[in-house]
């Protein structure tokens, strides 16, 4: 089955330590984003990449570090710098044209929910 | 700055009525939006979208209704089930950069 996968489902990190989230589609979709979901919040973009090697801030960078040496792959790594990572995660991955309706839609992985100890 | 949000928090209704969910948006450079459900830790499942150039787009129980003149944006859900019970979000894509703007989120609960 065609999806997007993330792991693991739960992580928990020490204060100072970098830790890294895994993303990875078979959709054959060319864009990948990661956002970030606080409770009782929308999503707020972290990065996303519309094609392998490269990638662009989203509106919550800081923090944060990605890479996209693959098509299917986008793993986001949570730095020692981002103050406050307890949040939940998600990746979402999609294609990139605009003749059809729906080719744009977003899809999401199950997420990935990180706490701070 | 631009932003999507939402009107109503919070809705609740009975099994079998419909429900509506509201959405503002203030881009009007908008040309596609999208309705996704949210169930309590998963993540965001696409129900239905539509592009500027259109009013209305319907699905399997569900109709979008897009009023340009007033940036509005709504979620028609018929014959509500407890299973549609979930945060509703609204997102839109303006201009070329591919960047989804997410709205708050409305809890609907279904009673039974």
Redesign the interface.
């Known amino acids: 089955d065609g999806g997007i996968t993330q792991s693991p489902k739960y992580l928990f990190r020490k204060e100072g330590q970098n830790v890294t989230l895994s993303c990875e589609q078979n959709l054959n979709h060319d864009a990948m984003y990661w956002y970030r979901q606080d409770p009782g919040q929308g999503l707020r973009l972290i990065y996303y990449s519309q094609i392998v090697n490269d990638f662009q801030k989203g509106d919550i960078a800081e923090g944060y570090s990605v890479s996209r040496e693959k098509k299917e792959s986008f793993p986001l790594t949570v730095t020692s710098a981002q103050k406050n990572p307890t949040a939940f995660y998600l990746c979402a991955s999609s294609n990139l044209g605009l003749a059809v309706p729906s080719t744009d839609t977003q899809y999401f992985g199950p997420g990935t929910r990180l706490t701070v100890l | 700055g631009e932003s999507v949000g939402l009107h109503l928090p919070t809705l609740s209704v009975q099994e079998g009525d419909n429900s509506i969910i509201n959405c503002a948006y203030s881009n009007s450079a908008s040309d596609?939006f999208?309705w996704?459900k949210q169930e309590s830790?998963?993540?965001?499942?696409?129900i239905i979208?539509?592009?500027s150039n259109m009013d209305k787009r319907q699905g399997q129980r569900v109709t979008v209704l897009l009023n340009k003149t007033v940036k509005h944006l709504s979620l028609q859900i018929a014959a509500t089930q407890p299973g549609d019970s979930a945060v509703y979000?609204c997102?839109e894509?303006g201009g070329s950069n591919?960047?989804?703007t997410?709205?708050?989120?409305t809890l609907l609960t279904v009673n039974p």
């Open positions: 596609y999208i996704y830790g998963k993540g965001p499942q696409f979208d539509i592009r979000f997102a894509i591919y960047k989804l997410f709205g708050k989120g």
